[in-house]
């Protein structure tokens, strides 16, 4: 059984005839490093599902980018505000290492919603899923401090530290690279 079945059955159940179905609708996509998924001002075409390998969101905002995001193995990567309404993306996504994804159009994922019984479940569970991600974010970029942001960043995601250049890490908490040295030194003087 492949990663992205048993990822989509822990939503959902699947028949072996659902499974194939599945299968056949999402197709193999390789990325390089630093490779687009998307850039910013196109419109998102495809949900994908990383099988191996990493990815980043990140925004250019008056010349400078702005990392709000990360996506690993056996997640699925999409900007849904770009992809539902099919309007330009004010988002890229790009791989920070060489990656491997299945990817699924528009119109194959309304194939599936239609041709696998719970595949309208596995959509709303999905969305719900990056809803409440996105809005836990958003509420801690407001009230925690870079420092407890950049903890629960480890507690979230302890094997990326090692994985994500510290920039992308800093520019993901909204600190400068030379604050995050400084929590880093910090932290480990305190163990």
Avoid: W
């Avoid at 998924?37 to 196109?42: H, R, V």
């Avoid at 330009?88 to 790009?94: D, E, G, K, L, V």
């Avoid at 528009?106 to 999905?126: H, P």
């Amino acid at each position: 059984m492949s990663a992205l079945i048993n990822v989509i059955s822990n939503f959902i159940r699947m028949t072996a005839l659902e499974e194939e179905i599945v299968n056949e609708l999402f197709t193999p996509l390789h990325l390089g490093l630093g490779e687009y998924f998307l850039e910013q001002g196109n419109i998102c075409r495809y949900v994908g599902f990383i099988e191996k390998g990493l990815v980043r969101y990140f925004m250019n905002v008056d010349g400078s980018e702005m990392t709000i995001y990360f996506n690993k193995e056996n997640e699925f990567v999409c900007n849904y505000q770009s992809f539902l309404p099919r309007i330009a993306s004010n988002t890229s996504i790009q791989a920070v290492e060489e990656s491997v994804l299945r990817v699924i159009s528009f119109e194959n994922l309304q194939r599936l919603y239609s041709g696998v019984k719970e595949g309208d479940k596995f959509g709303r569970i999905a969305i719900e899923y990056v809803f409440l991600s996105g809005m836990e974010q958003l509420k801690s970029f407001y009230t925690d401090s870079p420092t407890e942001r950049y903890q629960q960043f480890l507690s979230s995601y302890p094997d990326l530290a090692q994985r994500i250049p510290q920039y992308y890490i800093a520019s993901y908490l909204g600190i400068k690279p030379q604050s995050l040295s400084r929590i880093r030194k910090k932290l480990v003087a305190k163990k």
